[in-house]
Structures are given as structure tokens and as C-alpha cells.
């Protein structure tokens, strides 16, 4: 086999190598609907089947890749399957999966201007993309890709306290909903804030931020010598896709002179349609936005996004300057995007969106997002015409919550919330649908997430219908 020492394979051994790679991931985007999206194993049978020491030999590149084909490749969820459901799916693209095995086979920097012009140009101008869609300042506005939205959220908020605070942000306090996602509140414990400096709102009945309660937090956090310096709002909350009222929350934050960073890492994909837009009515006045690229646009793992109103607040925060980077500095209007953000060394996540945007087009995006948020008033309109179905959450940015609770009968809470968590139990043991619960207002729901743009009613209905089937035998 080629020169190891040097970890090479020869020629020809590559081009064998990479072509059955390809025809296994074509394989699998032919076929994954056909398969089952659960996959479950315990740590004893992951470790009976992989666990061995380092091996100080090679082995035939076949059999690894073999190896890993059968055993390693099977023992995931398929979280592009039209029936994977729950929490948030990932719904992907070819175009997309190609672009990053270009990037990654030709392992580019994406660091610094100087290293990389077309890498940067690229996340420049799909930024620039972004901000047009969010309506966000074309010239001043900036942003940058994350691996996700957890580092979006983090990126965001050490701008904000930077922006804010300064040095000293021992008083500085942050509000934001009891529907928030767990990633900011991870993102202030990293940042080193203390407990008693965030204030979680509660939310109304529709699990929107209660305004009048956060307006009273704020007046007693300013009575009590505080320093408010930031609000979260949620556009798209994972829960229930419900938005926070953005433009009251941007009309607080003027006032009292807060940043404002929305996280809309699960439903700001939702601009590309009609509905969603009008939904999003707001978002375009943050300081900061996330999204989540890998989630609603479609594209492969991991690719966030935080965009500013300001690029400056970025580079303000962001910017060292060590001698052994002097070299590459650059001028202005050539982006290092390692000053924008906590990675000095960067995949190159902008060309997969560049790719899938150039090939498929925005009219696809716009359709597919589209088509999300119909599918879900449709599931809506199903589950309310049956008897045996109640919404709880109605259909919001795709997400919609309900269970199984047939009229006519009387059934306690508690012995609904046993059913609706054991249907979800049996659907997942089957293997037929990956759909589990939340709890939202005391009650075990089953919710389903439906951004896939490859999931039809007739996965639904077929999906709903086993789920009845198993509560046949529960109740
Ligand atoms: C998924 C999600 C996040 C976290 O994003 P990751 O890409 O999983 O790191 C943050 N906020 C919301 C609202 C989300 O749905």
C-alpha cells in the first residue's frame, strides 16, 4: 500500500477509496427513507464492537472502510429521514455535503484573508446574502459562520457585554424567556457570569415573553443599582416555534438602552417565506442575530451563523494582535475572520452555502421553507379533525404540539401524560419514526418538528396512525 510513512495512499488506491465513499453516501440518500431512523445501542454493545487499543499496524484501507460502512454508519438516527421528527432534524443536501469534502480534501484555512482571499470573499459575500434577507445594514453590517448556533449565541453575547460592560460587568444583568434555548443559558455560565445575573421571564399562554413582567424586572433590576445590559429574545423557540413580540423588545431595548440579540437558530430560516416573514416582523431591528444554517437551510453539519448590525462590534471584541500573525494583518476591507469571532484556525463552512444557494437557487429555499410551514398547518388541520388527537401547540414555523387524548372519555392528566410518553416510547422502539415529548404547561406532549423538506402528509398520517395502534394497547 502507497507510502504509510508519509500517510499517503497512491493513486489509483485513492481514486478506488473515494469512489466507493461516494457511491455509499449516493446509496444512502437513495435509500435512507426506505430505512428505519432510530438507531439505539448500549455502551456495551458499541464497545464489544469497536473497542481495541490503538492499533500499531495498518490494516487492508478496504477493510476499514468496510468496517465502517456496516458498523459504524448504521448505528446513528437518521436525522434526514422523512419521519425523524423530533428535536431539531437535519434535513441536508448533496451540494452541500460535496462542498464540504472540497473544502475539507483541499483543506483550506479559513482564518485570514491573506491565507485563504477566495474563502474569504466567499463568507463576505454569502453574508452579505444573509444580511439582505434579515434586512440587516448592508454596508455596516457583518457576521460570521459558527459550528452552530450554541456558538452563534456565545459569540453574540461576549460582543454584547464587550459593547456594554467593558471590563467590568459584575452588575450587568440579561433577560430572556423560560423557552430560551439552554444554549445561551450554557454561553453565560462559560461567560462567567453568576446565576442572579440572568433573569428568566416567564412566558404567556402562547409561551411568548410576558412583556409587562419584563418591563417590572428591568425598573427593579435600575431601582436595586443594577446594570441591565442585554435582552434575548427567541425567534423560533425550539419548544413551540412561537416568536417573542420583537418589536415591543426592540422599542424596550431603546429606551432603556439594551443590547438586543435575537436567537434565531431554530426559526429565523423562516424569512424565506411569506408566513414566516410575517412572523418575524422585528428581527431586522437586533444587534445581533443567530440562525442555524444546518438546521432550516438545509445545509450538513456544523454550520451556525451570527450576523451584527455593526461589523466593528466584532472586530472591537474580537481582535488580537500577536507578532507571529503580523505578516498576514492585511488591510481593512480584507476580512480576517479569525478577529470576528473565537476560532483562529476555521473550516471553510461558507462554501456549502455558496454551492447549494448557486446550484439550487433561493427560489428553492424559499419554496422548500414554504412548504415546511403548510405541511404543518396541514398536520394541524388533520390531528384537530380526529377524535382521538388534541393540539396543544398549534402549528408555528413547522413545530407542532399535540396528544393523544380521545373524546368521549375521561381520562386523568396524569394517565394522559403516561399515555402520550409511553406511544412515544413504543414509536421509537419500533424504530418506524423517531417522535419523543416535551412537557409544555405541566402536560407530556408529542411534538413534531417537520422542516424536512422531503417529509409529505402521508409520513405523518402513516406515522400518527401507528401511534394509535399503540395506544390501544396502553390505555
Ligand atoms: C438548536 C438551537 C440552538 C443551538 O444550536 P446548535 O446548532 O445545536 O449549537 C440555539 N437556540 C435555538 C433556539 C435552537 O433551536
Known sequence: MGQSHKLQLSKDEMKAYGYQVIDTIVEHFNTEHIKKPVAFA???????????????????????????????????????????????????????????????????????????????????????????????????????????????????????????????????????????????????????????????????????????????????????????????????????????????????????????????????????????SQLLKGIEKADSLTIDPHKWLYQPYEMGCLMVRNHKWLSETFTEKPEYLRDIEGNTSEINFYDHGIQLTRRFRALKFYMSMKTFGLNAFKKAVTYNIDLAEKAEAFLRKSSKWEVISPATLAVINFRYHPIGKSISEKELDRINQEISKRIVASREALLVTTVLQNQVVLRMCLINPRTTLADIKETLSLCENFAKDII
Not at 110 to 119: E, H, K, L, Q, V
Not at 163 to 172: H, I
Not at 176 to 200: P, T, W, Y
Open 42 to 276: 448500549s455502551r456495551e454493545e458499541m464497545d464489544s464492537m469497536f473497542k481495541v487499543e490503538a492499533p500499531e499496524e495498518a490494516s487492508d484501507y478496504n477493510e476499514v472502510l468496510d468496517f465502517v460502512v456496516e458498523k459504524v454508519l448504521p448505528n446513528s438516527n437518521i436525522v434526514s429521514h422523512p419521519k425523524s421528527y423530533s428535536f431539531v432534524p437535519g434535513p441536508s443536501n448533496y451540494v452541500s455535503v460535496m462542498a464540504d469534502t472540497l473544502a475539507t480534501g483541499f483543506n483550506i484555512f479559513s482564518g485570514g484573508w491573506a491565507a485563504s482571499p477566495a474563502a474569504a470573499e466567499l463568507e463576505i459575500v454569502t453574508m452579505q446574502w444573509l444580511l439582505k434577507l434579515f434586512k440587516f445594514p448592508a454596508k455596516k453590517g457583518g457576521g460570521l459562520f459558527t459550528s452552530g448556533g450554541s456558538m452563534a449565541n456565545l459569540t453574540a453575547l461576549v460582543t454584547a457585554r464587550r459593547q456594554r460592560c467593558g471590563d467590568d460587568f459584575s452588575k450587568a444583568i440579561i433577560y430572556m424567556s423560560d423557552q430560551a434555548h439552554s444554549s445561551n443559558i450554557k454561553a453565560i455560565r462559560v461567560l462567567g457570569f453568576k446565576k442572579e445575573q440572568v433573569r428568566i421571564i416567564p412566558t404567556d399562554i402562547e409561551f411568548k415573553m410576558a412583556i409587562n413582567k419584563l418591563k417590572n424586572a428591568i425598573a427593579k433590576d435600575r431601582l436595586k443599582g443594577l446594570q441591565p445590559f442585554c435582552i434575548l429574545a427567541s425567534a423560533g423557540t425550539t419548544n413551540t416555534g412561537t416568536v417573542d413580540p420583537l418589536n415591543e423588545i426592540a422599542k424596550i431595548c431603546k429606551t432603556e438602552k439594551l443590547w438586543f440579540h435575537i436567537d434565531g437558530a431554530y426559526g429565523g430560516a423562516a424569512i424565506l417565506s411569506k408566513k414566516g
